[in-house]
């Protein structure tokens, strides 16, 4: 079983998003997708998070919340359980922790070109259908922790259920 973070950093109505154009044999090739990775041995989900979105954007998160557990299961790859975070402060290297846009410079990142997009779009990009579940849940700010699992045959999505109970897809 596969232990996996994703972030979305939040700023004035957009999320940092990663569109997945640049590795071979990628999975999520061509699709939009939070910041994140898979967890190492003996690191903790938020480790993981801290880790893998400085390693891919340069910025060292200083608020966080842990918003939910995602358990993938399909008949191609191995069980996930993804922790999903959103993030709304951090800083760069050597610069004030104020978020300002104005002086970050979107990275250069192997896994794919980040890109700030408005909430209201996210939705028009290509996106794994489970991705805009989660997504929905993630904006609602006042949504508690949750637990989210979504079954896949090839990359359809073919039942999810959310705390439990069955999602009509």
Not at 122 to 151: A, H, Q, Y
């Amino acid at each position: 079983m596969k232990q996996t973070t994703l972030c979305y950093l939040e700023r004035d109505g957009q999320y940092l998003m990663l569109h997945r154009v640049k590795k071979q044999n990628d999975a999520s090739h061509d699709k939009w997708i939070g910041v994140g990775g898979k967890c190492e041995t003996d690191e903790s989900p938020d480790e993981c998070m801290l880790r893998e979105v400085h390693e891919e954007t340069g910025l060292t998160v200083t608020s966080w919340r842990y918003r939910g557990i995602v358990t993938f299961i399909s008949d191609i790859w191995p069980c996930e359980y993804m922790h999903l975070f959103t993030a709304d402060r951090w800083h760069q290297d050597d610069l004030l922790p104020d978020n300002d846009a104005e002086v970050w410079d979107l990275p250069d990142c192997d896994e794919g070109d980040l890109q700030w997009v408005e909430k209201e779009r996210l939705f028009d990009l290509t996106l794994w259908p489970g991705d805009r579940i989660f997504l929905r849940l993630i904006m609602d700010p006042e949504r508690p922790f949750f637990s989210l699992k979504l079954v896949y045959r090839g990359d359809d999505l073919v039942a999810a259920k959310l705390d439990g109970k069955d999602l009509a897809l």
